[in-house]
């Protein structure tokens, strides 16, 4: 994406909170390597969330339609354009160029991601090609190849509220590479970024749902789907009203969209019991396929009615994140005194049901793509036709097949989140990524 050498990278260093981090940003540039290093002792030595935001010429191509799309007067906008204003007064080479049309990356460390729960970003799957990651923006040799990474110093005032809070956007030490205490501009970009990572996963279920159903003909399941889904425009005008720092009220309708995810996920919970007492049920890691099928309906066929349930459970775990991050936004606003410690707490207790619920997922297809499968023994089951081969053969690919849908309980990765600042001051933000 970017193949000058002579590219320069503004990157600043941001707090949640005004601490002292040693002095590792002295030198006049860095290479990418230096900078993952950076990260990775700020995250272990400062006692607050430290994050670093980049800004990188913006490409050509952008799909903006991947993100949500914040107007100028938006809170997380004018954090932004202020940090900008605010460096590139206080004599900022490297932030002297940047203040129009640019592509921002922040780079949110992994001991704060993982207190946003396991599973809440994870790499997106890329069709172009396969264990690839889907990027909003990032080609596959990144946008920081052969760019020049210059620290950015700070500036040493208040934007808005008393000097020195974490309330204020931009409050800086003097001097290279200066840590800016930004806790609204961080706590913004997070839970946007989030919002999106779960609305990307609500619509990959959507679609692989909508195949499934065009198979099966089940209408009760596609009433299920369709309720589901239609808990979107709620959620979609409460999280717009929320990230202008307004107040959800009854007339949008979110307590009706929350109260029919519960359902989804009561749904997926009742038959995520009767999965794993069936796969309980199997002995020893060998199963019979007409076992097999009763315990799970259509598992030996592509367009099952296990695959269909699957997603459904998907589509409602997507959707409870949107909504969790909304409750963590609300309750962060009540209290802007400390806004991204405060998002963190709010996040805990729902989380930890959703995420429970996904690793017994997982447990329940990691277990499945691992049997073996066996002929039928019955004392009339002296013949093995070509037919019992073929659908012996059919239904062991297709359990295998479930060991990819299974997320790896892996460490918990920095999370990336992908900002475009357009002319008008207004920002695109695309989901956020594991980086």
Known sequence: MVDSDENIVPVWTLATQDVTVPTLMADLSMTPERLNELRTVLAAMADSPVATLEAHPLPLKVDRSLGIHLDSASPLATHLTQLIGQTSKAGSTAAAGVGGEALYKMVVPAKVAAKFGAGMVNPM??????????????????????????????????????????????????????????????????AVGVSAHADHKRQQALEKITVLLERLHDDALQRERSVLNGCRDAIDKATGILLDQGRVGVSIGLDSAVHAISIGLADAEARLKNWEKGLAGLQNGRAELNPLRKAFSGIDEEGGEFRAHLELAELAIALKRRVIVLQAVEH??????????????????????????????????????????????????????????????????????????????????????EMVRELDGSVVVFPALAA
């Open 125 to 190: 799957a890329s069709k172009a090609a396969a264990g690839g990651v889907h990027s909003a923006l990032m080609g596959p040799s990144g946008v920081v190849a052969q760019a020049t990474f210059v620290p950015v110093a700070g500036q040493a005032a208040a934007a808005g509220a008393a000097g020195g809070s974490a309330a204020t956007a931009g409050v800086a030490v003097a001097g290279a590479g200066a840590l800016t205490v930004a806790a609204p501009l961080v706590f913004m970009a997070v």
């Open 332 to 417: 962060a606003q009540a209290d802007p005194g400390n806004p991204f410690n405060n998002f963190v707490r709010s996040l805990a207790s729902d989380q930890k049901r959703v995420n429970e619920l996904e690793s017994r997922i997982a447990a329940v297809l990691t277990g499945l793509s691992q049997l073996k499968l066996d002929r039928s023994h019955g004392v009339r089951d002296f013949m093995f036709t070509a037919g019992d081969v073929d659908a012996l053969l059919r239904a062991s690919f297709l359990l295998r097949d479930l060991e990819p849908a299974v997320t790896a309980a892996s460490l918990q990765p920095d999370v990336a989140i």
